[in-house]
């Protein structure tokens, strides 16, 4: 019997991490109207270039409950006991379902193990806590160790993000429309980050360049205070910026930062074009 975590797609954990760590990933989906895609179906190139054509913002839904039922039932009557770490229930319904999936498979199997957690963010500030609880059951340790070492590693990261418009956190309800209006006219850039389990303004900036050298003090900043466990760059439909943007980082720090990409479930809200950079540190953040 061993340990596996679970987790839903917004973790943007790359396949070969998954793979690695035998972490199961359950999607999400959009649609444009009748059209519904779950991510993963549909290229993310493919998906944004829709969105921009679009006169209305696609629609994110979460799974059903009987799907992380099927999903958690397989790894139960393979003898293993479960952990899963999904998107910030303050973001999505995802949690709650997945507390009732819990509940009909305890129901149906009375010995099942399964721990969920609250992971209180999305992207790979998600993805970093469920790999370090993957990281540990490979290790063979106890569902215990694992959800503790999820729990150290939520306390101690930081996810920053700049959109390059403010169009999409109007459309999605984000952001008010005066405030998006006056943000667009000033040049106004927020940089965003996730505080208790919602999206929160750390700081507002006048151009992009400044914006990303704001985020970018704030990281060399925790650094050289907490020192740094892990870090990578997040990007929506712009590798190219994403990747001069680890390449500063790498300069700066010396060290490889890979660049993932966020997908249609989190990117349809903020828009293509945002760049960011989701890190833990070594000690707990204040």
Do not use: W
Not at 23 to 44: A, C, K, W
Not at 210 to 236: N, S, W
């Amino acid at each position: 019997m061993a340990v596996k975590v679970v987790t839903d797609s917004t973790s943007y954990l790359p396949l070969y991490l998954r793979e690695e760590f035998d972490i199961s990933v359950v999607s999400l989906s959009v649609s444009f109207g009748p059209e519904t895609y779950r991510e993963g179906e549909i290229d993310n190139s493919i998906f944004y270039k829709k969105m921009e054509e679009s006169s209305s913002l696609p629609l994110s839904s979460q799974p059903s409950p009987q799907v992380f039922f099927e999903v958690f039932e397989k790894l139960v009557k393979e003898g293993h006991e479960v952990l899963g770490v999904f998107i910030s229930s303050d973001m999505s319904g995802t949690y709650s379902t997945v507390q009732m999936a819990k509940k009909m498979i305890k129901d149906c199997y009375s010995g099942a193990v399964i721990e969920i957690i609250d992971s209180r963010s999305n992207c790979m500030e998600l993805g970093f806590a469920a790999l370090a609880a993957a990281r540990v059951a490979k290790e063979g340790k106890t569902i215990e160790q694992a959800v503790l070492e999820a729990q150290r590693v939520m306390a101690r990261s930081r996810f920053l993000f700049v959109p390059k418009t403010l169009d999409y956190l109007k459309k999605g309800g984000r952001m008010g429309g005066a405030a998006a209006l006056l943000g667009s006219i000033l040049q106004i850039r927020p940089i965003l980050t996730v505080i208790e389990g919602k999206t929160a303004v750390m700081a507002k900036v006048r151009t992009m360049d400044k914006a990303v050298q704001t985020m970018l003090e704030q990281l060399y900043k925790d650094i050289k205070l907490k020192g740094l466990g892990d870090i990578i760059v997040h990007h929506i439909n712009s590798e190219p910026e994403g990747r001069r943007l680890a390449g500063v980082i790498e300069e700066k720090l010396s060290i490889k930062v890979p660049v993932f990409t966020i997908g249609p479930v989190i990117g349809l809200h903020v828009g293509p074009g945002s760049i960011g950079v989701v890190y833990y540190t070594k000690e707990e953040l204040s």
